[in-house]
Protein backbone atom coordinates (compact mmCIF):
# COMPACT_ATOMS: atom_id res chain seq x y z
CA UNK A 1 0.00 0.00 0.00
CA UNK A 2 1.26 3.57 -0.87
CA UNK A 3 2.03 6.24 1.84
CA UNK A 4 -1.36 7.67 1.62
CA UNK A 5 -1.45 11.28 -0.82
CA UNK A 6 -1.96 14.83 -0.09
CA UNK A 7 -5.18 14.92 2.00
CA UNK A 8 -5.41 18.81 3.26
CA UNK A 9 -3.14 21.20 4.08
CA UNK A 10 -1.48 21.12 7.55
CA UNK A 11 -0.47 24.53 8.19
CA UNK A 12 3.29 25.01 8.05
CA UNK A 13 3.15 26.66 11.06
CA UNK A 14 1.83 23.78 13.21
CA UNK A 15 4.71 21.55 12.15
CA UNK A 16 7.43 24.30 12.81
CA UNK A 17 6.03 24.40 16.29
CA UNK A 18 6.64 21.33 16.57
CA UNK A 19 10.14 21.58 14.96
CA UNK A 20 11.36 24.38 17.51
CA UNK A 21 9.91 22.46 20.41
CA UNK A 22 12.11 19.61 19.60
CA UNK A 23 15.26 21.95 18.99
CA UNK A 24 14.62 24.45 21.39
CA UNK A 25 14.53 22.05 24.16
CA UNK A 26 14.61 18.10 25.26
CA UNK A 27 11.77 17.16 23.28
CA UNK A 28 10.15 16.25 27.18
CA UNK A 29 7.57 18.36 26.49
CA UNK A 30 6.03 16.14 23.20
CA UNK A 31 3.14 14.13 23.52
CA UNK A 32 3.75 10.57 21.80
CA UNK A 33 1.42 11.18 18.89
CA UNK A 34 3.17 14.69 18.45
CA UNK A 35 6.77 12.07 17.94
CA UNK A 36 4.77 10.12 15.66
CA UNK A 37 3.01 12.82 14.07
CA UNK A 38 6.58 14.78 12.98
CA UNK A 39 8.21 11.42 12.29
CA UNK A 40 5.65 10.94 9.82
CA UNK A 41 5.39 14.64 8.60
CA UNK A 42 9.19 14.37 7.12
CA UNK A 43 8.16 10.45 5.50
CA UNK A 44 4.83 12.73 4.09
CA UNK A 45 5.59 16.38 3.62
CA UNK A 46 2.49 16.98 2.01
CA UNK A 47 -0.01 15.37 4.34
CA UNK A 48 -1.70 16.46 7.69
CA UNK A 49 -0.40 13.75 9.63
CA UNK A 50 -2.00 14.17 13.24
CA UNK A 51 -4.62 11.97 12.85
CA UNK A 52 -2.62 9.21 11.39
CA UNK A 53 -0.42 9.69 14.64
CA UNK A 54 -3.16 9.43 16.94
CA UNK A 55 -4.57 6.18 14.81
CA UNK A 56 -1.42 4.54 15.08
CA UNK A 57 -1.06 5.26 18.80
CA UNK A 58 -4.35 3.55 19.42
CA UNK A 59 -4.36 0.74 17.26
CA UNK A 60 -0.57 -0.28 18.55
CA UNK A 61 -1.49 0.88 22.21
CA UNK A 62 1.08 3.58 22.81
CA UNK A 63 4.75 4.93 21.55
CA UNK A 64 6.55 1.90 22.25
CA UNK A 65 3.86 -0.70 20.38
CA UNK A 66 4.22 1.75 17.43
CA UNK A 67 7.84 2.11 17.29
CA UNK A 68 8.36 -1.47 17.78
CA UNK A 69 5.54 -2.77 15.61
CA UNK A 70 7.16 -5.13 12.67
CA UNK A 71 6.43 -3.59 8.85
CA UNK A 72 3.93 -5.50 7.75
CA UNK A 73 1.57 -4.94 10.76
CA UNK A 74 2.79 -0.66 10.02
CA UNK A 75 1.61 -0.91 6.22
CA UNK A 76 -1.43 -2.56 6.83
CA UNK A 77 -2.98 0.42 8.39
CA UNK A 78 -4.63 2.62 6.21
CA UNK A 79 -2.61 5.49 5.28
CA UNK A 80 0.70 4.10 6.20
CA UNK A 81 3.33 2.70 3.53
CA UNK A 82 6.71 1.45 2.71
CA UNK A 83 8.56 5.33 2.99
CA UNK A 84 5.98 5.98 6.22
CA UNK A 85 7.11 2.24 8.32
CA UNK A 86 10.44 2.65 7.07
CA UNK A 87 10.70 6.15 9.02
CA UNK A 88 9.13 4.85 12.05
CA UNK A 89 11.54 1.81 11.76
CA UNK A 90 14.85 3.56 11.89
CA UNK A 91 13.89 4.70 15.22
CA UNK A 92 13.53 1.15 16.77
CA UNK A 93 17.03 0.44 14.89
CA UNK A 94 18.96 3.74 16.27
CA UNK A 95 17.21 3.25 20.06
CA UNK A 96 18.45 -0.08 19.87
CA UNK A 97 22.20 0.49 18.78
CA UNK A 98 22.42 2.74 21.52
CA UNK A 99 21.37 1.18 24.34
CA UNK A 100 23.53 -2.34 22.91
CA UNK A 101 26.29 -0.24 22.79
CA UNK A 102 27.66 -1.17 26.37
CA UNK A 103 26.50 -4.16 25.88
CA UNK A 104 28.91 -4.98 23.07
CA UNK A 105 31.83 -2.97 24.77
CA UNK A 106 31.49 -3.83 28.46
CA UNK A 107 31.79 -7.14 30.16
CA UNK A 108 27.95 -8.52 30.21
CA UNK A 109 28.24 -9.13 33.60
CA UNK A 110 29.25 -5.54 34.75
CA UNK A 111 26.50 -4.00 32.44
CA UNK A 112 23.42 -6.35 33.49
CA UNK A 113 21.22 -3.10 33.53
CA UNK A 114 22.60 -2.05 30.00
CA UNK A 115 21.53 -5.69 29.33
CA UNK A 116 18.17 -5.73 30.58
CA UNK A 117 16.93 -2.19 28.85
CA UNK A 118 18.58 -3.91 25.32
CA UNK A 119 15.98 -6.64 25.83
CA UNK A 120 13.39 -4.93 26.75
CA UNK A 121 13.49 -2.80 23.90
CA UNK A 122 14.12 -5.45 21.14
CA UNK A 123 11.63 -8.02 22.93
CA UNK A 124 8.80 -6.76 25.20
CA UNK A 125 6.21 -6.07 22.26
CA UNK A 126 6.98 -8.71 20.27
CA UNK A 127 3.76 -10.96 19.47
CA UNK A 128 5.46 -13.94 18.83
CA UNK A 129 7.80 -15.65 21.18
CA UNK A 130 11.60 -15.58 20.58
CA UNK A 131 14.45 -17.19 22.00
CA UNK A 132 18.01 -15.80 21.65
CA UNK A 133 21.65 -16.50 22.98
CA UNK A 134 23.73 -14.82 24.08
CA UNK A 135 27.40 -16.12 23.70
CA UNK A 136 30.16 -15.01 25.90
CA UNK A 137 33.53 -15.42 25.73
CA UNK A 138 35.82 -16.26 28.64
CA UNK A 139 36.48 -12.32 29.76
CA UNK A 140 32.09 -11.95 29.57
CA UNK A 141 32.57 -9.91 26.42
CA UNK A 142 29.50 -10.43 23.98
CA UNK A 143 30.68 -12.90 20.81
CA UNK A 144 27.44 -13.31 19.47
CA UNK A 145 23.91 -12.63 20.17
CA UNK A 146 21.97 -14.84 17.67
CA UNK A 147 18.19 -15.64 17.21
CA UNK A 148 17.66 -19.21 17.53
CA UNK A 149 13.97 -19.90 16.48
CA UNK A 150 10.69 -17.40 16.68
CA UNK A 151 7.16 -19.98 17.18
CA UNK A 152 3.36 -19.08 17.57
CA UNK A 153 2.07 -16.64 19.97
CA UNK A 154 3.27 -19.08 23.04
CA UNK A 155 5.75 -21.14 22.22
CA UNK A 156 8.90 -21.83 20.65
CA UNK A 157 11.32 -24.34 19.80
CA UNK A 158 14.63 -24.39 22.16
CA UNK A 159 16.97 -26.87 21.21
CA UNK A 160 19.68 -28.04 23.66
CA UNK A 161 22.08 -29.66 20.87
CA UNK A 162 21.79 -26.12 18.81
CA UNK A 163 22.39 -24.30 21.80
CA UNK A 164 25.36 -26.07 23.00
CA UNK A 165 26.78 -26.40 19.13
CA UNK A 166 26.84 -23.47 18.60
CA UNK A 167 28.48 -22.09 21.64
CA UNK A 168 31.16 -24.75 20.92
CA UNK A 169 31.73 -23.33 17.11
CA UNK A 170 31.97 -19.70 18.64
CA UNK A 171 34.56 -20.95 20.92
CA UNK A 172 32.14 -19.38 24.14
CA UNK A 173 32.71 -20.15 27.40
CA UNK A 174 29.12 -19.20 28.42
CA UNK A 175 26.02 -17.94 27.57
CA UNK A 176 22.89 -16.54 28.50
CA UNK A 177 19.32 -17.45 27.27
CA UNK A 178 16.83 -15.29 26.60
CA UNK A 179 13.24 -15.12 25.50
CA UNK A 180 9.96 -12.67 25.68
CA UNK A 181 6.18 -14.23 26.61
CA UNK A 182 4.07 -12.28 24.59
CA UNK A 183 1.22 -12.84 27.19
CA UNK A 184 3.02 -10.16 28.95
CA UNK A 185 4.03 -12.33 31.82
CA UNK A 186 7.59 -12.66 32.49
CA UNK A 187 7.45 -15.84 35.15
CA UNK A 188 9.00 -18.81 33.74
CA UNK A 189 6.72 -21.72 33.00
CA UNK A 190 7.87 -25.40 33.87
CA UNK A 191 9.01 -26.25 30.81
CA UNK A 192 11.37 -23.08 30.69
CA UNK A 193 12.69 -24.65 33.87
CA UNK A 194 12.94 -27.92 32.68
CA UNK A 195 15.08 -26.93 29.19
CA UNK A 196 17.09 -24.72 31.29
CA UNK A 197 18.19 -27.32 33.58
CA UNK A 198 18.87 -29.75 30.59
CA UNK A 199 20.72 -26.96 29.21
CA UNK A 200 22.55 -26.12 31.77
CA UNK A 201 23.47 -30.34 32.35
CA UNK A 202 24.89 -30.36 28.61
CA UNK A 203 26.94 -27.69 28.96
CA UNK A 204 28.80 -28.51 32.27
CA UNK A 205 30.31 -31.60 30.38
CA UNK A 206 31.78 -29.52 28.17
CA UNK A 207 33.01 -26.45 29.98
CA UNK A 208 30.39 -23.74 29.04
CA UNK A 209 28.47 -22.03 31.90
CA UNK A 210 24.93 -21.03 31.90
CA UNK A 211 24.63 -17.46 33.38
CA UNK A 212 21.14 -17.42 33.25
CA UNK A 213 17.60 -17.33 31.79
CA UNK A 214 16.11 -14.33 31.60
CA UNK A 215 12.53 -13.77 30.49
CA UNK A 216 11.01 -10.61 29.09
CA UNK A 217 6.94 -9.44 29.03
CA UNK A 218 5.36 -6.01 29.26
CA UNK A 219 5.00 -6.49 32.87
CA UNK A 220 8.67 -6.63 33.25
CA UNK A 221 11.63 -9.67 33.44
CA UNK A 222 12.27 -12.39 35.23
CA UNK A 223 16.01 -13.61 35.86
CA UNK A 224 15.69 -17.49 36.66
CA UNK A 225 19.18 -17.07 38.65
CA UNK A 226 17.86 -14.43 40.86
CA UNK A 227 15.07 -16.54 41.60
CA UNK A 228 16.89 -19.93 42.75
CA UNK A 229 15.87 -22.07 40.01
CA UNK A 230 18.66 -22.66 38.67
Excluded: C
Amino acid sequence: MPDAAAGGHHGAGHRSRLRQRLLNGDGTGLHDHEIIEYLLALAIPRRDTKQLAKQLIDHFGGLAGVLTADGDSLRAIPGMGETSAAALKIVQVAASRLVSEPVRRQPILSSWQALLDYLRLDMAHLTRERVRVLFLNAKNMLISDDNMSEGSVDQAAIYTRQVIKRALDLGATSLILVHNHPSGNPQPSKQDIQITREIIEAGKRLGIDVHDHIIIGLDGHSSMRSMGLM
